[in-house]
């Protein structure tokens, strides 16, 4: 058995608390209906996929949903879009450091560049820095990288690019769909579950 050197890490609801929920109720409050068919946890349309790939800018984001819905304004959407955003747990981004000691550490996030700006601004607000970056060997967004989970395209990107391999590499994530993807693909997989935390697992038992 493989002996785990390295560990990937997902960062919405592992170190940033989110609530999609909270998001799907703003957005049909503006009048936008089954908004949770368009994007939520396990799905997201063409338009989610190009604003989590990077492959259209923030304003033909808020443009396309304003073709859908004229009634509602740029700074509306924002809003809604944002609203998903909770808090940093700060617990588990302190403990990064004491696991970078054991581990080679990196990030893999499907994002986007307007909730990457406001976890960052949470972040400078909340700990007094601009990013979680240097806690690990690498992070890789969504929207910077052009891929995106559960996609097979993005772990294999990551692990050639990062020069690791699969069974040495333990991916905590809290959507099912992207730890089947990563269990395909040959990693160790822990699918992180709503009452647990990344500083209370035993990483030695993978």
Not at 66 to 75: D, E, P, T
Not at 111 to 135: C, F, K, P, R
Not at 152 to 160: K, Q, R
């Amino acid at each position: 058995m493989a002996v785990i050197k390295n560990i990937l890490f997902d960062l919405g609801n592992v170190l940033f608390s989110i609530d999609y929920k909270k998001t799907t109720q703003a957005f049909e409050q503006l009048g936008f209906t089954q908004f949770d068919g368009m994007y939520s946890q396990y799905t997201a349309n063409a338009l989610f996929e190009a604003i989590e790939t990077g492959n259209i800018t923030n304003d033909d984001f808020y443009q396309q949903l304003q073709n859908v819905n004229s009634h509602v304004s740029k700074s509306e959407i924002k809003e809604a879009w944002n609203s998903m955003l909770l808090h940093w747990r700060v617990n588990s981004v302190l403990h990064l450091a004491a696991l970078g000691k054991k581990y080679n550490l990196y990030l893999l996030s499907n994002t986007n560049d307007i909730h990457l700006t406001a976890v960052n601004e949470l972040l400078q607000s909340t700990m007094q820095m601009d990013n979680i970056d240097g806690y690990f060997m690498k992070a890789y967004y969504s929207h910077k990288i052009h891929l995106r989970k559960p996609h097979a395209a993005v772990f294999e990107f990551v692990l050639n690019d990062a020069k690791i391999l699969a069974n040495e590499t333990l991916f905590v994530d809290d959507s099912i769909n992207n730890i089947e993807t990563a269990q395909q693909l040959g990693f160790k997989t822990h699918l992180l579950l709503e009452e647990e935390l990344i500083e209370n697992l035993v990483y030695e038992a993978y």
